[in-house]
């Protein structure tokens, strides 16, 4: 509760100055979301599926945003563009969530192809580079999976990004 009066604090005196840190905060956030996934798939061997590597999209977008936002300054449409991008954080994770619970299925294929190989060798090379299944929750933190993560992250990033736009901007 004390830390959602003090966004609440931080939101309501939004000046110049407070949306530089509110970007460095935006940047920082992204940088180590992106950090996570990349230690996870290569330090710690998880494969991400196809639905969790198109995750890491917005990241990289609001990296580069929050970046030209924190050195142009305060431009509207940049913060637009932080609010579409998580908008679409939103929509993938949400999507991603959809199919590891099992609400609803993949409207596209998120395995890898069959194998059509005959020989030992080809047959090994390609169980390498099979995609895991998007409704496989191959790592979680506490109990919760990143994608799961990444909704929620994704959704209270937007909440302010609204916040900001519609009432700290005036």
């Known amino acids: 509760i004390f830390c959602i009066q ?18 460095i905060i935006i940047f920082t956030l992204s940088f180590f ?15 991400p ?13 609001a990296i580069l945003t929050s970046l ?6 305060n431009r509207n449409i940049l913060l637009i563009i932080l609010g579409l991008t998580f908008l679409s954080g939103i929509l993938l994770s949400g999507y991603h969530v ?24 080809e047959i090994l ?16 933190i506490f109990g919760v999976s990143l994608a799961t993560l990444n909704f929620i992250i994704s959704f209270v990033l937007t909440i302010v990004i609204v916040y ?3 009432y700290a901007k005036k």
């Open 49 to 61: 599926c196809i639905l969790c590597v198109y995750q890491r999209i917005p990241y990289a977008i």
């Open 6 to 23: 003090i966004s609440y604090k931080f939101l309501k005196q939004m000046s110049d100055q407070n949306i530089k840190k509110f970007y």
């Open 164 to 166: 900001i736009f519609k």
């Open 33 to 47: 979301s992106l950090a996570a996934a990349f230690y996870i798939e290569y330090m710690l061997g998880f494969k």
């Open 98 to 121: 959809s199919i590891e619970k099992g609400v609803i299925e993949p409207l596209f294929s998120c395995t890898g192809e069959n194998i059509k190989a005959l020989e030992k060798e």
């Open 68 to 73: 030209t936002a924190f050195f142009i300054g």
């Open 125 to 140: 090379k390609s169980l390498n580079n099979i995609q895991p299944d998007c409704k496989d929750v191959d790592f979680s």
